[in-house]
Structure formats: C-alpha cells, structure tokens
C-alpha cells in the first residue's frame, strides 16, 4: 500500500525515527508515547512471539518488532475501525521489513474459555504479552466520540478480565506488561496475585519533581519472587520540554524500559 491509496480519514505518522509508520484515523483513537513506553517492557534481546492485547493501529507491537529482529507479533483488537487501521498498517510499503513478522487478529481480549480460545488466543500460545487497556475513569475526559471513548475510559473490572487472558495466554515462564495510571496499581496487583510473581514496577514521571503519571508493571507466569520497585522514567528534564536522554532512547526504540 502506498501514501496515494490511503483513505480520507486517515494519516500516516512515523515513529522510532522512522523505523515503522502507522496508519491512523485522524479523529479516533491515536497512539502516543504509552505505546512506545510500553512497548520498551519487551527485553531488548526477545526473540519469541509477542500478543499485543488492545493494540489499536499496532504501535506498540511494531515498535516491539523493530527493536527485536527475531521477535513476531500477534496483533489483538476488537474495533473494527482500528482493525482497518492495522491492516493499512502492515500493508504500508514503510513496513515492509517488519510487517511479515506481524499477524493481525480481530478478537475481544475480554472473551474467556473457549469462546477465547476459539477467536485465536489459545492457552499457553506466547511468550510475551502487552497491554494499554483503557484507563480513564467514566468522567475524565468525556467524549462523544465512541471510538475514543471505547479506547479511553475504564470500565469494572477491566484490568482484571484483561489480565486473566494475558496470563492464559502466555506459556509457563512467559512474561506479561501493563501500562496504566497510579491509581490502578492496587487492581494491577491484585488480578497479577495467583497468575504471575515478580512483578517489576517502574513509575514514569513527567519531571523529576512531578509525581508519576503512569505506571508499567511486569510480570511473570509461575515467578515466586517478590515484588520490586524499580527506578523511575522521567520524561523530561527539569527545565525544558526536550526528552530526556533515557526517554529519548527508549520511546525511540534504542534501549529497553528494564534494561534487559
């Protein structure tokens, strides 16, 4: 697909310095710097398959695979606008060195048993998972929108329903990432209890002296270790609206958030 063939309603936009390119609706749902963030869970050295949970137009699995050349995504959304989104996207002939390695499918990530199973998300199918699950409260934000409002707004028990399938999905030792606000580490924590030990937090900031505006917590399936509360991203300097060194590099796809 070429920029001639894109549809009204939609733009193209480049990201880790042009590494992949994303197709997206000009008034929907647009990925940002979570993505990228969360993107950067993913050890720089992965080389297994990867389910993006939620993944929109695809940021944050494609910026996975760009970081990680033997690594293969498996796409995962629900909204059939974004899942048009995403099928422009790895038709871009921008991505043709990365799109071979992602596969796009159409499924509710809340589905569970075998209904979940039947839709393509099977037990213990990958190594890895993500996800940027909507997290706004119902009165932050509000739109009129559907498409925005379904990426943004949190419903009960959504980080829960979403977390049971993470961990269904990924295999014994695999690994699963969340980014989410600070207030919602309590309902992190507790649909990670039973499923997956060892959970690594890092609070990202937007300054050094502001307090964190999100946070990234991973995981592991079947892990006994205890919790840890890593060192914080910090966004920007304190003066100025540059990104910092370490944002910089990770948001751009040249280091991991864990440095691992």
Request: aromatic content about 4%.
């Given at each position: 697909?070429?920029r001639?063939d894109?549809?009204?309603?939609y733009?193209?936009?480049?990201f880790?310095?042009g590494?992949?390119?994303?197709?997206?609706?000009?008034?929907?749902h647009?990925?940002?710097?979570?993505?990228l963030?969360?993107a950067?869970?993913v050890?720089s050295?992965?080389?297994?398959?990867?389910?993006?949970l939620g993944?929109?137009?695809g940021?944050a699995?494609?910026?996975v695979?760009?970081?990680?050349p033997?690594?293969?995504?498996?796409?995962?959304?629900?909204?059939?606008?974004?899942?048009e989104a995403a099928r422009?996207?790895?038709?871009?002939?921008?991505?043709?060195?990365?799109?071979?390695?992602a596969e796009?499918l159409a499924a509710?990530v809340e589905?569970t048993?075998r209904?979940?199973?039947a839709?393509g998300?099977?037990?213990?199918a990958f190594d890895f998972?993500i996800m940027?699950p909507?997290f706004?409260?119902?009165?932050?934000?509000?739109?009129?929108?559907?498409?925005?409002r379904?990426?943004h707004?949190?419903?009960?028990g959504?980080?829960?329903?979403?977390?049971r399938?993470?961990?269904?999905?990924?295999?014994?030792?695999?690994?699963?990432a969340?980014?989410a606000?600070?207030v919602?580490?309590p309902q992190?924590?507790?649909a990670f209890?039973?499923?997956?030990g060892?959970?690594?937090?890092v609070?990202v900031h937007p300054?050094p002296?502001a307090?964190?505006i999100?946070?990234?917590?991973?995981?592991?399936?079947?892990?006994?270790?205890?919790?840890?509360?890593?060192?914080?991203?910090?966004?920007h300097d304190?003066?100025?609206h540059m990104l910092?060194?370490?944002?910089d590099a990770?948001?751009?796809?040249?280091?991991?958030?864990?440095?691992?």
């Amino acid at each position: 697909m070429g920029r001639s063939d894109l549809p009204a309603g939609y733009s193209i936009d480049a990201f880790h310095r042009g590494a992949f390119h994303l197709v997206q609706p000009d008034d929907g749902h647009r990925a940002g710097m979570d993505a990228l963030v969360l993107a950067a869970a993913v050890p720089s050295g992965f080389a297994g398959t990867l389910a993006d949970l939620g993944a929109g137009a695809g940021a944050a699995g494609l910026a996975v695979l760009a970081r990680c050349p033997q690594a293969r995504a498996t796409l995962v959304e629900r909204e059939p606008r974004m899942i048009e989104a995403a099928r422009m996207t790895l038709s871009l002939a921008e991505n043709a060195a990365i799109a071979g390695r992602a596969e796009l499918l159409a499924a509710d990530v809340e589905l569970t048993g075998r209904e979940r199973v039947a839709a393509g998300l099977a037990d213990n199918a990958f190594d890895f998972a993500i996800m940027n699950p909507p997290f706004n409260a119902p009165e932050d934000r509000a739109t009129k929108d559907d498409l925005r409002r379904t990426a943004h707004v949190m419903r009960t028990g959504l980080i829960e329903a979403w977390t049971r399938t993470a961990a269904a999905i990924v295999r014994p030792g695999g690994s699963v990432a969340i980014i989410a606000r600070p207030v919602s580490l309590p309902q992190i924590l507790s649909a990670f209890e039973g499923r997956l030990g060892g959970a690594e937090i890092v609070p990202v900031h937007p300054r050094p002296d502001a307090a964190a505006i999100r946070v990234v917590v991973r995981g592991k399936r079947g892990s006994r270790a205890k919790l840890s509360l890593l060192p914080p991203l910090i966004l920007h300097d304190a003066v100025g609206h540059m990104l910092s060194a370490r944002a910089d590099a990770i948001v751009n796809g040249a280091t991991g958030l864990f440095e691992d």
